[in-house]
């Protein structure tokens, strides 16, 4: 008697929709019936243990492939002994992601805006080491999720505050301003980033006078800042399209200026309207890392791929794309979820 009431709700709406009951039994049925076999080869079956290609002899997944593999696939060919090096960098992002989280921070909205445009500098003056006077590690030899990192957090931390700009360059009422801002926005926007990433690595190059050489890293970073600035200014501009005309006249009705209209009145409230879309780019700009493949950069995918050619591992590449598959996943659902906090902090 006591279960009663909790089974007749659940009755009366199986009798009630008979049809979506039955999909969501069959959508039940399928999805156990794909993911049994899946947990049998990634973990029922699999191999953890051992040093060579002979540990795995069980028929499942071979996960030694990716233990033996774990530190070319986290920082490429950078020298294991200077390993120290992007742990540095790794802890000065977590450091500087500390605002982000404590709200309460003093100087907070000071602090953010250097740290997002320091933080770039800093990354690279510790990888490289020549210009701390320490030992020169080429950027060729950074790969892996070191790399991936670096251009996602380098890209995302310069294409934000850029696509701010260039919004408020599109909605400008100088005509000079509005047709720069909108002709760098449509251009880029017109072309895949693919060929943008072959132009920074290959034509660029060719136009620049004998003797002048830069960095292909850095050429590919100015190529995806660029890229994702412009989508990224399409979306500030939608939140901005969505304040009400009141809040402009309330501000000029207290006498602000332009810039202080949009540092305190107008940006925060369209970045908080455009959260989703905001995290969303970045997400796409995370997994579009690894298109620099295609260049002659090894990151995380690019790492995997090389390692699942050697001889010795033929045949071990479904694991690697899985565990490749798995750390861009985990990366983008904790992009995601932060959103999501943010989102309902600021509703309150």
Known sequence: MATAPLVQPWRRWVRAHPLQAA?????????V????????????????????????DSGGACWVFVKVRI???????????????????LGLWLLGMV???WHHMPGRWIVVPLQFLLLPFLSWAVLDGSWLGWERIESARWGGLLLTLLIASIGISLSLPLGILLALGRRSRLPVIKWLA???IEVWRGVPLIAVLFM???????????????????????????FTSAYMAEVIRGGLQAIPKGQYEAAAALNLSFFQTMGL????????????GIVNTFIG?????????IVGMFDLLGMVQAASTDPEWLGMAMEGYVFAGFVFWLFSFAMSRYSLRLEQRLQH
């Open 265 to 276: 009145v107008i940006l925060p409230q369209a970045l908080r309207k455009v959260i989703p």
């Open 182 to 184: 909108v002709s760098f």
């Open 99 to 101: 605002p982000l989280f």
């Open 285 to 293: 700009l995370f997994k579009d890392t690894s298109l620099v493949l």
């Open 33 to 56: 019936y794909l993911l049994l076999p899946a947990i049998d080869w990634a973990i029922l079956k699999a191999d953890f243990r051992g040093a060579d290609r002979s540990a795995c």
């Open 200 to 226: 920074a690595s290959v034509m660029l190059p060719l136009f620049l006078p004998p003797g002048v050489e830069i960095d292909k890293l850095l050429r590919c970073l100015v190529g995806v800042t660029l």
């Open 71 to 89: 530190e070319q696939f986290m920082l490429g060919f950078y020298p294991s002994e200077l390993a120290w090096r992007p742990l540095l960098t």
């Open 23 to 31: 999909l969501s039994l069959l959508g039940l049925v399928l999805g």
